[in-house]
């Protein structure tokens, strides 16, 4: 392999040129993870809305590889870096599900009384006497809807 020259002003872009494709790669991940597990949703059940959880660990780090070498660099995607991203991710997934509702919904969840779970982000003081708040449950998705 020959050697290719690189210029100051190469050397000094290289880790932010890294950065941005891994940071593109990542992104892509996300977008076809959701795409592919809605579609699949789509063709088995009648449901017309997807849930997607935001779980950072149901990714493996994105590889990109080095210039030089067959090693690269590993970005790993986190639920931090999905939510820090999500306008980007749901432009992506509105051009791929075209008059479709695609939205990110952050609801606390409190068992009530009666059994039942209620999103409790918007709780009316009427109702607080017969939830349990002391044991909240944050849920955070993606929620695709084509009815």
């Known amino acids: 392999m020959p ?4 210029s100051r002003e190469n050397m000094r872009s290289l880790k932010s ?3 941005e494709e891994g940071h593109q790669r990542k992104l892509e991940t996300i977008v076809k993870d959701i795409y592919t597990n809605t579609v699949r949703f789509a063709e088995v059940n009648d ?3 997807c849930n997607r959880f935001l779980l950072g660990n149901n990714y493996s780090s994105v590889h990109v590889p080095s210039i030089l070498t067959h090693s690269g660099l590993n970005y790993q995607i986190t639920k931090e870096y999905i939510v820090a991203n999500m306008d980007d ?9 075209p008059e479709c509702s695609v939205e990110y919904k952050k609801l606390s969840m409190a068992l009530g ?3 039942k779970e209620y999103d409790i ?4 003081d009427k109702l607080s006497p017969f ?4 044991r909240t449950v944050h849920k955070e998705y ?4 084509w009815s």
């Open 121 to 124: 982000s918007n709780l009316d």
């Open 131 to 134: 939830i349990d708040t002391h």
């Open 3 to 6: 050697l290719e020259p690189f």
């Open 17 to 19: 040129q890294k950065d």
């Open 47 to 49: 449901n017309t809305t």
């Open 142 to 145: 993606i929620v695709i809807d």
């Open 89 to 97: 991710i749901l432009t992506r997934l509105r051009s791929l599900f």
């Open 113 to 115: 009384r009666d059994g």
